[in-house]
């Protein structure tokens, strides 16, 4: 029996089938959520995971499970789109540039970069059906965690025989209490801030995304993490000097203006 993440305080002690049914209850209702607008999810006119004549047929499953997957190449992250930023990335950006981090590790930090790059890449994919649910879609944590729980259940039973797999790599990460789970999750949060100077840089906005930065402040563990968002905290700091620096400049008229304004 797979030990589930804490969905609630009423639920902590509910075994995994218990969890399940109350999860294709939610399954039964809107489910998705982006940009505010909730809407049923469905694959070529069927709920993921339905049946056809009574017998699954695993390779109808597994183009099922590609469309799902394939829905994070164009879902936009809701933080960036609520802040009106142009051209911002998608979900599925993010958790492939998470999977690249686990490149970074040289073996000296005793992980597993294997399992690591799995957890990255599976855990944002319940996102594929209910979104890129933040505090800002009027949703309550509870309710967060029973719909992602509800959409990775039903898009583990189009993997046949990996479906524990992902079950478990996921319900891993949101426990966030093994080695690897830490790190992805502060692989998490490093892409963010990342992201977020990208930006800054892009627009030429220099600190205009602190908010981002500010949310992360005290939560990175894993030393190698650490010192990469150090890295980016000072390249932050020296671009947001070279803007100020520049506007300063372009803002003073030239000698050569003043000069021959004076000779009129």
């Known amino acids: ?17 218990l969890c399940t ?21 469905t694959v070529n006119g069927h709920s993921a995971g339905s ?10 499953d597994y183009v099922k499970f590609l469309e799902l997957v394939g829905n994070l190449k164009h879902m936009k992250r809701t933080g960036w789109v609520l802040r ?14 998470m999977g690249m981090m686990s490149f970074l590790l040289d073996g ?9 790059m799995e957890l990255a890449l599976v855990h944002d994919l319940a996102e594929s059906i209910v979104g890129d649910i933040t505090p800002y879609c009027g949703i ?12 990775i259940s039903e898009i583990a039973e189009l993997l046949g025989p990996n479906k524990e797999k992902l079950l478990e790599l996921f319900n891993e990460y949101e426990e966030g209490k093994t080695p690897e789970a830490k790190f992805v999750k502060d692989l998490d949060r490093l892409d963010m801030v990342m992201q977020a100077f990208e930006y800054e840089k892009r627009d030429n906005c220099p600190m205009k995304h602190q908010e981002f930065f500010d949310s992360t402040k005290g939560k990175f563990s894993h030393p190698l993490v650490i010192n ?22 372009n803002s003073s008229p030239s000698r050569e203006a003043a000069t021959s304004g004076g000779s009129r």
Not at 51 to 60: A, C, M, P
Not at 84 to 97: A, F, L, P, Q
Not at 140 to 151: D, I, Q, T, V, W
Request: aromatic fraction near 6%; hydrophobic fraction near 30%.
């Open 51 to 60: 049946e056809e004549g009574g017998q699954r047929n695993k390779y109808s």
């Open 1 to 17: 029996m797979l030990t589930i993440y804490r969905l609630s305080t009423k639920l902590k002690k509910q075994s995994f089938d």
């Open 84 to 97: 009106n930023v142009k051209d911002c990335e998608t979900i599925s950006g993010h958790m492939y540039r």
């Open 228 to 249: 990469i968002v150090n890295e980016i905290n000072a390249q932050r700091e020296k671009f947001a000097e070279a803007s100020a620096d520049g506007a300063t400049d």
């Open 108 to 116: 000296q930090q005793g992980l597993d970069r294997i399992h690591v």
């Open 140 to 151: 309550s944590r509870e309710e967060k965690l029973l719909k992602e729980f509800s959409a």
């Open 21 to 41: 049914r109350l999860s294709k209850l939610v399954a039964s209702r809107e489910t998705h959520v982006s940009g505010g607008m909730m809407h049923r999810v």
